[in-house]
């Protein structure tokens, strides 16, 4: 099927075969590769992007379920909110490896985006669908809190 | 993991997704539960028939006395607009999976996949909800109490969508409590509560259970025990321990004395929630 898709803002029209799932148009097809494919079972969130501005687990959506829609990966997301993410993710070390850190910065930025000053049980709350293998969570949820002040400073 | 590929029908209207149903394609709508299934392969249908393509099934309707929400309304949507309308609905709603399960999976969905373990049945019996199948020869209402009839199986036919699900506005305070081991996982036990008293007197009751028994149950026998009483300690633990008589599922995550377990806990825990809820 041919679907319509506007990723990170580009329009593309693409000739997709139904059983092609997002995360490998995005990886494969666009070569955006910080889509990363953790568990492949829908439950680590590695591979979280935005679906018309909401966090999806891209593994667990087929192409052609973005048709007509729009959606954003961690290469597309630029503005101060992903800078402050960013920043704050290096300051507190808030990566070790790697693998979940694209998933866990558009879980956050979709957080950062909803509620301007959230609290630690927010975003607990947000990263219940990010697992992380290496950090314990400590250093990202004090990323998340310390990038939301800088959002809002 | 690819699923086996398939021929993908995007119909333009419900007439034609009931169509399609009918010839034996598998409805597809936000896909949290079909497509695992179908990257495992334990299933690998020939046609699907993507119902994310008719976007009118995405609704949440006040009318007088109920909601009536669309097929295709996703969990998120149900947890953050009927917080205040329906609060048990929406809780259900909102202790399923993770964020981005609740934005792709819809209400339709889940009561049509039907897992014993899933959050809204405790809460649709509880409410006295009821689904609204549709298929060719027209609209067919089932109590939610009838509904779930085994593990993944519904009183849905051959042909049937799931069109709406009714959900009776309430007076009654209500509460619900899960037990999971993971913060995202279907639960151990889940039990929703609606409960009106005066003068701490338990007046009406009714008790939906989820993840406890092979389908989800109303638990008439502890309802039968409650009624007409106010809820002093040892009435509600004789009433959350009279003996079980339906079978207790045991599996890897909980045997079925844990289980068990589980599940008195969290039913005094729902009670006692939409009881202190009464009082205010
Ligand atoms: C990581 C993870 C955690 C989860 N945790 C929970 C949890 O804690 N609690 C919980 O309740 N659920 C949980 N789920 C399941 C989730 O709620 C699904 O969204 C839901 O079960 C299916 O809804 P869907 O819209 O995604 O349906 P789909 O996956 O598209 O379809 C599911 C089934 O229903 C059929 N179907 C779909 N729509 C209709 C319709 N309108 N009429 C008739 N048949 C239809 C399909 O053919 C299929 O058989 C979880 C899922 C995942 C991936
Ligand atoms: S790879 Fe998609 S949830 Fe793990
Ligand atoms: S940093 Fe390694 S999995 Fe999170």
Redesign the interface.
């Known amino acids: 099927m041919r679907i319509q898709v506007v990723v990170n803002g580009v329009r593309h029209d693409i000739e997709v075969k139904p059983n092609l799932l997002l995360v490998h148009l995005l990886r494969d097809y666009l070569g955006l590769r910080s889509v990363r494919i953790g568990c492949d079972t829908s439950n680590c969130g590695a591979c979280t992007v935005l679906l018309d501005g909401r966090p999806v687990k891209s593994c667990t959506l087929f192409a052609f379920m973005a048709h007509g829609r729009s959606v954003t990966t961690l290469e597309g997301l630029n503005d101060d909110a992903a800078e402050a993410i960013r920043r704050s993710f290096v300051e507190e070390t808030a990566a070790q490896c790697g693998y979940c850190t694209s998933g866990m910065i558009i879980s956050i930025y979709h957080l950062l985006k909803s509620k301007r000053k959230p609290t630690e049980e927010d975003v607990r709350h947000t990263l219940v669908g990010n697992l992380c293998r290496c950090t314990g969570y400590v250093s990202i949820i004090r990323a998340a809190l310390k990038a939301a002040r800088y959002v809002s400073a | ?8 029908i ?1 119909p333009s209207s419900l007439e034609e997704a009931l169509e399609a149903v009918e010839a034996g394609a598998v409805p ?1 709508a936000g ?2 539960s079909l ?2 299934m ?3 392969r334990l299933i690998a249908p020939e046609s ?1 028939v ?1 119902l ?1 393509a008719i976007r009118d099934l995405d609704y949440i309707k006040e009318l007088n006395d109920k909601f009536a929400i669309g097929a295709l309304t996703t969990h ?1 949507r149900i947890a953050s607009e009927l917080r205040e309308g329906s609060p048990l609905i929406s809780k259900a709603a909102s202790e399923i ?5 609740r ?2 999976g819809t209400i339709g969905g889940s009561v049509a996949h039907a897992d014993p373990a899933a959050d809204y049945p405790a809460a649709l019996i509880a409410l006295g909800a009821v689904i609204r199948a549709v298929s060719k020869n027209g609209i067919r209402e089932i109590p939610a109490e009838r509904f779930f009839t085994g593990p993944y199986q519904t009183a849905l036919d051959h042909g049937e969508l799931v069109m709406e699900v009714v959900v009776p506005k309430t007076a009654c305070s209500v509460g619900y409590a899960k037990f999971t081991r993971i ?2 996982d279907f639960a151990i036990a889940a039990v929703a509560v609606r409960l009106s008293a005066h003068d701490g007197v338990v007046e009406d009751i009714s008790i939906g259970i989820s993840g406890v028994f092979a389908h989800p149950i109303r638990a008439r026998w502890i309802e039968d025990a409650l009624i007409g009483k106010k809820l002093a300690d040892e009435v509600l633990s004789r009433a959350i321990n009279a003996e079980v008589v339906h079978e207790v599922i045991s599996d890897p995550r909980a045997s079925k004395e844990f289980r068990l377990k589980a599940f008195r806990a969290m039913a005094r825990r729902a009670i006692l929630e939409a009881y202190e809820n009464s009082k205010v």
Do not use: C, H
Not at chain 2, 1 to 8: C, D, E, H, I
């Open positions: 993991m690819y699923p086996r590929n398939f021929k993908l995007w597809l896909g949290q497509i695992p179908m990257k495992l699907v993507y994310g998120s999976g993770d964020v981005q399960v934005n792709m913060a995202t």
